[in-house]
């Protein structure tokens, strides 16, 4: 049987970031189907889609959004924190022919990045460590702009060794 899981975990840390741009964003809006509408943010992955896409053109769409994606990790000694990939996957909507919806994706992205600069620690236990990373895509999605920063997280090291610590 496994061990109970203690301590700070990934999970947590991507929790705690989805918490944070939640509140980060809770007043804005941004360009959909039908009109401004707000972010949404999802964990790991879009939502599968239930229907035959009835919602694509219509403000139930999933899009704008931010997914929060954990994609790696590593504890570098016992002593280091954790460092977890957090990769925010921005996807931004805009039907306009003049095909400005990357400006939403980019203000997204610049939003994120001067948020952490003024206040790296989320969750009271996480940090954002450097380097950040961004990108815009390029790839010509039709009425889609897609946009990623990459964050490395610092997850506290709480822990002790076990073994270490009954010979004390």
């Known amino acids: 049987m496994a061990e109970k899981i203690t ?6 840390c991507q929790q705690a970031m989805i ?3 939640k509140e980060l964003f809770r007043d804005m809006k941004f360009t959909g189907q039908e009109g401004e509408k707000p972010l949404k943010i999802f964990k790991q992955f879009i939502p599968s889609p239930t229907d035959d896409d009835d919602d694509v053109d219509t403000n139930r769409s999933n899009f704008p959004c931010i997914i929060v994606s ?3 990790g590593e504890v570098v000694n016992e002593k280091d924190p954790q460092l ?3 990769q925010l996957i921005i996807c931004c909507y805009d039907p306009k022919t003049d095909r400005q919806g990357y400006e939403d994706t980019g203000n997204i992205i610049e939003a994120i990045m001067q948020h952490f600069k003024r206040k790296p620690v989320f969750g009271e236990a996480f940090k954002v460590g450097y380097p950040r990373k961004w990108d815009l895509s390029d ?3 039709d009425f889609y702009y897609w946009g990623i ?3 490395i ?3 506290p090291n709480t822990l002790k060794n076990e073994e270490v ?4």
């Open 7 to 12: 301590g700070y975990t990934s999970e947590m």
């Open 19 to 21: 918490d944070e741009l």
């Open 70 to 72: 954990r994609t790696s």
């Open 84 to 86: 977890v990939l957090l």
């Open 139 to 141: 790839d010509d999605m």
């Open 149 to 151: 920063v990459n964050l």
């Open 153 to 155: 997280c610092e997850t």
């Open 165 to 168: 610590e009954a010979l004390i």
